[in-house]
C-alpha cells in the first residue's frame, strides 16, 4: 500500500492542525494505522493508532486529550486532529500501516508515508 501525508505546517502555540494520510494500492480497511513523529536528533516516537475497524485507539501519554486519530475507510484516509499544540510538538510526522498487529511499535508497521513536517512557534 502507498501513504500519502499531508496537512503539515507553521502554527503558533495553542494552534490545531489537521493531517491526512492518504492510501492506495490495497484495500485500506485490511490495515491497521499509526501516527509516528520524529524531530531532529531523537528516534521516531508513536503518537496514536487506530484499529483496521476503526472501533480502538491508542495515545501516546503526550498527546492524550488533545490529538484524535479517525478513518474514513470508504475515502482510503486516515487523519490526526492536533489541538493546542506545544513547541514540543514539532516534528515530521509519519503514517504507517500495519496488515498483523495494532501497535506502538515502528517495527510493527509494513508500509510508511513520506512524512509531512509539523513546526510549532512559542
Known amino acids: 500500500v502507498q501513504l500519502q501525508a499531508s496537512g503539515g505546517g507553521l502554527v503558533q502555540a495553542g494552534g490545531s492542525l489537521r493531517l491526512s494520510c492518504a492510501a492506495s494500492?490495497?484495500?485500506?480497511?485490511?490495515?491497521?494505522m499509526g501516527w509516528f513523529r520524529q524531530a531532529p536528533g531523537k528516534e521516531r516516537e508513536f503518537v496514536a493508532a487506530i484499529r483496521w475497524s476503526g472501533d480502538s485507539t491508542y495515545y501516546a501519554d503526550s498527546v492524550k486529550g488533545r490529538f484524535t486519530i479517525s478513518r474514513d475507510n470508504a475515502k482510503n484516509t486516515v487523519y490526526l486532529q492536533m489541538n493546542s499544540l506545544k513547541p514540543g510538538d514539532t516534528a515530521v510526522y509519519y503514517c504507517?500501516?500495519?496488515?498483523?498487529?495494532?501497535?506502538?511499535?515502528?517495527?510493527?508497521?509494513?508500509?510508511w508515508g513520506q512524512g509531512t513536517q509539523v513546526t510549532v512557534s512559542s
Open positions: 504507517a500501516a500495519s496488515g498483523r498487529y495494532y501497535s506502538v511499535y515502528p517495527s510493527s508497521y509494513d508500509y
Open positions: 494500492g490495497r484495500t485500506f480497511s485490511n490495515y491497521n
